[in-house]
């Protein structure tokens, strides 16, 4: 592994000598010892016939640099595998990025039933799909050659192998997987882009991971790549990742290992020095006078605080709704009570934990416009009684370190792996969460909705200050259903209505009052943001509750979404806890 060098590819057809490695991550403090209980965290992870660990040492093949930092990235093998067990493929990531990857080896499970086709066997052959030498034949430089395994009839590739020369793999460089025992998987962020004027072909690559993604799907990502020629390729791919046949998901963390996995690494989440409107605890926000109104009834009633005379279960119908009471020191919360509420689920075939942790603030601020340098705090625009938001931490159930972490941002949301975070403490990383709106960064700033390259937007101001809660103290784990009936429902999650009443104003006028102040040639930019936001950010609309909030934002992946409904009609009284396990992002 000597060298560590890649050329630089320039415009004019030369080549220079560039370095372009990437540093390797760690987290800031080392991992503990969790306690033991079943396999989490045992190294190796069974996936029905096959066992599988995870392999972080590498030797690299081949890299590429462009004067576009975009456009680097370097390509390794496996190395150390233990002993027994068998290379999928080949790794590659981006060299702007710090070093954080992994692929998974795979081995027979001995003692498996199934007595026909081996669960691995070697490729046939390789298939060229691309080499970096088209064109430039003429240049000693390190080259680069992309081969597909072909497999055997019945089985499926999982993974490409890349060569420094135009020598094909041997048939021992990787196994392919039985067809039986793997699922579909899809492109999802760039790895590399190669257009130049150099080339005869160009070239793309991308991360892969499965295509279904749900709290009950079987997908496992193996860690590898895909590539073609074509930049807009979107048909089915020619590898696969593996599938989880462990129904019992034994690799996932026992209810003493959660506690002690939130204890290291539960976020401290920030607000902003300038926030009003703090979170409390629900018990907190029903003791201090939250009411539940019914449709057509003058009467309103307060709410215990359990949440225990809540109508649960049914559909937001718009029978009842929850409404704050008329002293406004509810709205500005208690963040001396508050708590994250927490989900945890299987992710990526049970290869991942996934735990969710959830905010509640009594009431969301309104929004302020940014336009340029000037800033507009709107009136009402964005205002709501009762705010959830979220973020979520992804666990390898390999060695319990922490992957990445999910910041939900209104209507959308970001994964940012643990090398782009911000630590406060030991390995426990820092949300921000953004003035009025409570949207989730990793970083402090102003996040712009909207026009950013225009610099028009609803601005999302984030920064650290005294306001904070520590979600590795503060917290209650309200679903894992994974553990049975280990985990008991507080009464509220039941509640499928609406946190706050709908409230129709005319917004109009309000917009109107800005466009005054500002240029003619600006006011259609303005006008073409503001209407581009769902009608909820327009209208005082409170959220649903959890569980419903959760079912709004998992519907958009429609491609889980007809198996859970089986789910809905066979359990009604679990289908948005069942819904809470898609990956939304």
């Not at 240049?139 to 055997?152: K, M, V």
């Not at 002293?327 to 290869?351: C, M, N, T």
């Not at 306001?467 to 503060?474: M, R, T």
């Not at 979404?561 to 992002?585: H, N, R, T, V």
């Amino acid at each position: 592994m000597d060298g560590w060098k890649c050329f630089w590819w320039n415009s004019g057809g030369a080549y220079d000598l560039v370095s372009s490695e990437s540093e390797p991550f760690s987290l800031p403090s080392s991992i503990p010892d969790w306690p033991r209980g079943n396999g989490f965290a045992t190294g190796s992870i069974c996936l029905g016939e096959i066992e599988v660990v995870k392999v972080s040492k590498f030797e690299r093949i081949w890299s590429y640099s462009s004067e576009n930092k975009n456009s680097r990235a370097a390509f390794y093998k496996p190395v150390e595998i233990p002993y027994g067990f068998f290379c999928l493929g080949h790794y590659g990531q981006s060299t702007v990025q710090p070093f954080q990857g992994f692929l998974l080896a795979a081995r027979p499970v001995l003692n498996s039933k199934n007595m026909g086709l081996p669960p691995l066997q070697k490729p046939l052959d390789y298939t060229l799909i691309w080499c970096s030498t088209n064109r430039e034949k003429d240049y000693d430089i390190e080259s680069g050659f992309f081969w597909l395994p072909c497999p055997p009839e019945g089985y499926r590739s999982v993974g490409l192998v890349v060569t420094g020369d135009s020598t094909k793999p041997s048939a021992a460089e990787v196994m392919c997987v039985r067809a039986d025992l793997v699922e579909p998987c899809e492109c999802h962020e760039d790895i590399l882009r190669i257009e130049s004027s150099s080339l005869d072909i160009p070239f793309f690559i991308w991360k892969t991971r499965p295509s279904d993604r749900g709290i009950w799907s079987k997908g496992a990502p193996v860690g590898t790549f895909f590539c073609s020629v074509d930049c807009d390729f979107d048909g089915e791919l020619s590898i696969s990742c593996l599938k989880n046949l462990d129904q019992s998901l034994s690799s996932m963390p026992n209810l003493e290992q959660i506690h002690a996995l939130i204890k290291h690494y539960g976020p401290t989440v920030f607000f902003h020095p300038k926030e009003i409107y703090l979170p409390s605890s629900v018990p907190w926000f029903f003791s201090n006078g939250a009411i539940l109104c019914k449709k057509g009834d003058e009467e309103v009633h307060a709410i215990d605080a359990r949440g225990s005379n809540l109508p649960g279960g049914g559909d937001n119908d718009g029978e009842y709704w929850i409404e704050l009471p008329a002293d406004d020191r509810v709205k500005r919360g208690s963040l001396e009570s508050a708590e994250l509420y927490i989900h945890v689920k299987p992710a990526l075939g049970g290869i991942f934990t996934d735990i969710a942790m959830w905010v509640f603030c009594p009431f969301n601020g309104p929004a302020n416009l940014k336009i340029g340098l000037l800033n507009f705090p709107l009136k009402r625009i964005g205002q709501h009684v009762g705010d959830w938001e979220h973020f979520t931490l992804r666990i390898s159930n390999f060695s319990g370190e922490l992957s990445s972490l999910y910041f939900s941002q209104h209507s959308g949301g970001e994964w940012v792996d643990a090398s782009g975070l911000e630590f406060v403490e030991g390995n426990r990383a820092i949300v921000y969460s953004s003035r009025s709106g409570h949207a989730s960064f990793p970083h402090p700033g102003t996040y712009l909705q909207g026009m950013e390259k225009l610099g028009i937007g609803i601005s999302n101001d984030a920064a650290r200050s005294k306001l904070f809660v520590d979600s590795s103290v503060n917290y209650q784990i309200i679903a894992a259903e994974y553990l049975g009936d280990a985990v008991s429902e507080p009464c509220w999650l039941q509640f499928m209505r609406e946190w706050g009443p709908t409230i129709v104003y005319n917004s109009r006028s309000e917009l109107d009052r800005i466009m005054r102040y500002l240029p003619v040639n600006l006011r259609f930019s303005v006008e073409s943001v503001l209407t581009s936001f769902p009608l909820s950010f327009m209208v005082r609309k409170a959220p649903q509750g959890l569980s419903r909030r959760i079912i709004g934002w998992v519907m958009r992946e429609v491609r889980c979404c007809s198996a859970l409904m089986c789910s809905y009609q066979s359990q009604p009284s679990k289908f948005q806890i069942i819904l809470c396990g898609l990956d939304w992002s």
